[in-house]
């Protein structure tokens, strides 16, 4: 069925008409086809035009985005360098009073030394004699006098000592060079998540309050150093400080290629008095920590020890009831346990899918927190039988912890690779989220209130600031931290069946 001409002219477009009548065979004369060839042309122009200013101002505007952005990175430069300048002239000057302080105590043993008078009143007064007080005020008064003249000389050199080719000071020991060496060989490994960690501390601190600031310039440490580089100063140092670990014990748990001696996790009590073990083995073993330091290999036995109806994933004792320790297991069955009667006080089966963490709270003993393999963390309290909280997400749970500071704070290492930060008052979603991984978190520790480090099956372990939500150190295959390397010492425990220190 054919489509009428008014038809037509109700749902084509006015050039669609136009189009149509010409090829129907329209009759137009010259003068009219070049005036509407004119006003297409102007119409096309006018088209160019608006959308050359379009682009235009698109550029522009990209272009005006590009410089604040480059301004705002120049001025946080500018900002990092005075913070640099500014250290560096506080940890010269405190290198120069060391030199000071070094060469006034040889000086004075030196001229201890040296001195005749010195040398007969010490004889003197080691069989018994009586010095003078005038003649001992001259001596110590000569002393002084040298003393300061050392100093002066010490302050109109203003040299430091010689320097190696890596900046730092020569020294005569063979054996402290070599370690000096070392340190800074791995400060330079990782010098860009040092330089990072650096300067995340001091935009901190630069961030503060101005009343916080003047509060804290009172505050300075005995070297003059400000808050940021104090801070930064404590990480440096212990990170540098330690570079392996050495085992001090070993505990055999049979058979170590035999897979139900496989050892899943490791904790220490209160007091790291005792340690309990846990595995594929169904039982949880209770060891004193001295007697395993102390005593032979062969002579090593559990103190308590505990059977389960199933394999299991984590441990977590109780840091105020020292006697109360949770498990969990493949099942999902979370249960706490009294060590002194070697007995399940309270089990929790409401996990549907294998159970791989269990925490206790430290600010609130009675509660804990676990997570599974069912996407679900849930929080537990022993007074009650069943969960207090449910949190529902949408990948695998690897590790749940609470924050050492608040019962209300925990932290879950999830396969989606990141970690998730909740306030317990407010599941509906995290409070941060810290995204770095690029495989599943597979462990999550708070090091402090604010600090939380993470180890994923990417082989890294990362560093983060759970107040900041920003990253304090990334991509490192190790942190050296005292308490991070205790911590990942009890890892390398549960993998090797040996007891590590640092």
């Known amino acids: ?65 590009l410089r604040k952005k480059k301004l705002d990175e120049l001025n946080e430069i500018q900002s990092d360098l005075q913070h640099i300048k500014k250290d560096i002239h506080a940890v010269e000057r405190r290198r120069v009073e060391l030199y000071r302080i070094k060469d006034r105590s040889s000086a004075k043993l030196r001229m201890l030394g040296d001195d005749p008078f010195s040398r007969s009143a010490l004889i003197d007064k080691q069989s018994g004699a009586t010095v003078s007080r005038t003649s001992l005020t001259s001596a110590l008064n000569r002393i002084d006098l040298q003393t300061r003249k050392a100093d002066a000389r010490t302050s109109a050199s203003h040299l430091p000592p010689r320097k190696d080719s890596h900046g730092g000071s020569d020294t005569h020991n063979p054996t402290q060079s070599g370690l000096v060496l070392a340190r800074k060989k791995r400060v330079h490994a990782q010098f860009n998540d040092l330089q990072d960690c650096y300067l995340q501390k001091q935009r901190y ?49 049979g058979d170590l290629f035999h897979s139900a001696n496989i ?39 559990p103190v308590a020890e505990m059977s389960t109806r199933s394999k299991l994933s984590c441990l977590s004792w109780n840091k105020y009831t020292k006697n109360h320790i949770a498990s969990s297991d493949y099942e999902g069955l979370v249960t706490v346990w009294d060590v002194t009667t070697r007995q399940s006080i309270m089990e929790y089966e409401e996990h549907e899918k294998r159970a791989w963490s269990v925490d206790f709270s430290r600010t609130e003993p009675t509660m804990l927190v676990s997570g599974s393999d069912d ?56 409070l941060h989220i810290f995204s770095g991984h690029r495989k599943a978190v597979s462990y999550v520790k708070f090091l402090s209130n604010n600090e939380l ?50």
Not at 281 to 287: G, L, Q, T
């Open 263 to 301: 050892v899943s996790s490791i904790e220490f009590d209160r007091d790291d008095e005792l340690f309990a073990t846990a595995g594929v083995s169904r039982r949880i073993k209770i060891f004193e920590f001295s007697s395993v330091v102390n005593e032979p290999t062969d002579g090593q036995c």
């Open 1 to 65: 069925m054919r489509t009428s001409a008014r038809q037509i002219a109700k749902t084509a477009t006015p050039l669609e008409i136009l189009r149509q009548a010409l090829q129907q065979g329209c009759e137009a004369s010259v003068k009219d086809l070049e005036s509407l060839m004119s006003l297409l042309s102007r119409k096309k122009s006018k088209m160019e035009q608006e959308e050359a200013e379009t682009n235009l101002q698109i550029l522009l505007d990209f272009m005006h985005c």
């Open 205 to 253: 601190w630069a961030r503060q309050a101005p009343e916080q600031q003047e509060r804290d310039s009172h505050g300075l440490n005995r070297e003059g150093y400000s808050a940021g580089l104090e801070d930064f100063q404590s990480v440096l140092s212990t990170f540098t400080r330690y570079s392996r670990m050495r085992v001090v014990a070993e505990l055999r748990h």
């Open 375 to 430: 996407c679900k963390v849930k929080v537990w309290c022993t007074k009650q039988e069943t969960s207090v909280l449910n949190i529902d997400m949408k990948a695998n749970i690897c590790s749940v912890k609470y924050n050492p500071g608040s019962s209300m704070h925990v932290a879950v290492g999830s396969a989606d690779h990141h970690i998730h930060y909740y306030d317990l008052r407010k599941v509906s979603q995290p």
């Open 453 to 502: 480090a993470s180890a994923s099956t990417d082989s890294t372990l990362r560093l983060w600031d759970v107040n900041e939500n920003v990253p304090i150190l990334q991509n490192v295959d190790y942190l050296c931290s005292c308490d991070v390397l205790f911590s990942y010492a009890r890892l390398e425990a549960i993998q090797t069946r040996k007891i590590l220190s640092v």
